[in-house]
């Protein structure tokens, strides 16, 4: 009988088999038996089986919900380790791109260090060069400067003496002192000033009344007049014989004054002067009213 029962189990019969069984074993219980107390112990032992199925089947049908559930479950699982095996798989190519740019950068970092060490070397040669100019700066200055102090007095007087022989310069005025009118001439006259008020380099002679240029130059000259009546005051600053600029006044009124000046070019011998013009007068008076004057801008070589 519990071959049976284990039988039927384990072929997987259903609630409503294991009923059937135990029916048919009911029935063949009703037959007559030989013996009064073989059937009562035959009762008992059935009674004892139905019992054993019940609780077979009960078992039968919770391990049925169990493995429902646990189906289920495996199902979920599958589920999650494909959606894990998917994120594996994705975070392995990720890796790898990651592992290819860390490989990539890996490179560049080689590179950039390779640069930074020729770099490094052509800073190095770089102050080295440097190191050396300004070693060969210094003993060129120290050099100079050994010249410089080796300067005789001799030398250095005679520089003081060129520098000296550039300044030049000059003013003056038309009378030494008094009245004086001058003019007017049918024909143009030389001014001498005969005033010396300065006469740097003695360039200018007062008794011609002529400047002579000791060196080549650029000089600035100004002459300025002074007049009265009815005769116009006129003069005109000339260079080796020929006319540059005049100073003119001709109202009719009781003085009249002018005055004008220019920057000349000038070669060493050249002179220049003042001319009173045709017909012109100029008068003066103590106070210096007419005056010529220039002085020597920079020199030329």
Do not use: C, W
């Amino acid at each position: 009988m519990m071959d049976l029962v284990q039988h039927q189990v384990d072929g997987g019969l259903n609630d409503n088999g294991i009923s059937q069984q135990l029916r048919s074993e009911d029935g063949r219980q009703n037959q007559p038996q030989a013996s009064t107390n073989s059937q009562q112990n035959y009762h008992l032992f059935f009674t004892d089986i139905h019992a054993a199925l019940r609780e077979l089947t009960a078992t039968v049908t919770e391990q049925k919900v169990n493995i429902r559930e646990l189906t289920a479950t495996v199902t979920e699982q599958k589920t999650i380790n494909r959606e894990l095996t998917a994120t594996v798989t994705e975070q392995k190519m990720n890796i790898r791109e990651l592992s290819a740019t860390v490989t990539e950068q890996k490179m560049n970092i080689s590179e950039l260090t390779a640069t930074v060490t020729e770099q490094k070397m052509n800073i190095r040669a770089l102050e080295t060069r440097l190191r050396e100019q300004q070693t060969f700066i210094l003993k060129e200055m120290n050099k100079k400067n050994d010249e410089m102090s080796n300067l005789t007095r001799s030398q250095v007087e005679e520089l003081r003496k060129e520098n000296r022989e550039r300044e030049i310069a000059f003013s003056a005025g038309l009378v030494q002192s008094g009245y004086a009118d001058f003019g007017p001439f049918t024909t143009e006259i030389t001014l001498t000033y005969k005033k010396v008020f300065t006469n740097i380099g003695n360039a200018y002679n007062p008794i011609t009344g002529i400047f002579t240029a000791p060196l080549k130059g650029a000089y600035m000259f100004r002459v300025s007049i002074h007049g009265n009546g009815e005769t116009p005051a006129t003069v005109g600053i000339v260079k080796n014989g020929e006319h540059m600029v005049i100073a003119h006044d001709d109202q009719a009124q009781a003085a009249k004054n002018s005055s004008n000046g220019v920057v000349l070019l000038l070669k060493v011998g050249d002179v220049v002067y003042v001319r009173l013009r045709p017909k012109a007068r100029v008068a003066e008076t103590h106070d210096n009213y007419n005056s010529f004057s220039g002085f020597l801008l920079f020199p030329l070589r």
